[in-house]
Structure formats: C-alpha cells, structure tokens
C-alpha cells in the first residue's frame, strides 16, 4: 500500500480538511504518476454542498 495525503469532505456541507489515506500498490498494467501539484475546481465545491458524495468520499 501506498500512503498518501489528500484534502476531503466527507459529509454534505463539510469544508476540505486533510485526510491521510492508503492507495493500492502499482500493479503490472499501471503507470505510476507522481503528481506535483493540484488545485480544487468550483465544479468540487458545488458537489460538496449542494449534491453531495452519497456515501462515498469526495477527494
């Protein structure tokens, strides 16, 4: 497993926060990618406060 940092809402109306989560180790048919940088869209905000994740996290 591969440990990573990410910014999560995990219910309606939450506000980002840091979570610390664990991906799946890179298997044969996957190309790693090491991401430098990335930002939060408005499309993200909207989909934390007005529709939600349905029980799933939204990261």
């Known amino acids: 497993m591969i440990k990573a940092k990410g ?3 995990q219910r309606i109306n ?3 926060a840091l979570w610390s989560f664990e ?3 890179v298997g044969s048919h996957d190309v790693p990618v090491e991401i430098m ?3 939060v869209c408005h499309s993200d905000l909207h ?3 007005i529709i ?3 029980g799933y996290l939204l990261l």
């Open 14 to 16: 939450d506000r980002l």
């Open 37 to 39: 940088h990335s930002v």
């Open 23 to 25: 991906r799946g180790d």
């Open 7 to 9: 910014y999560a809402a």
């Open 47 to 49: 989909t934390i406060k």
């Open 52 to 54: 939600g994740v349905k």
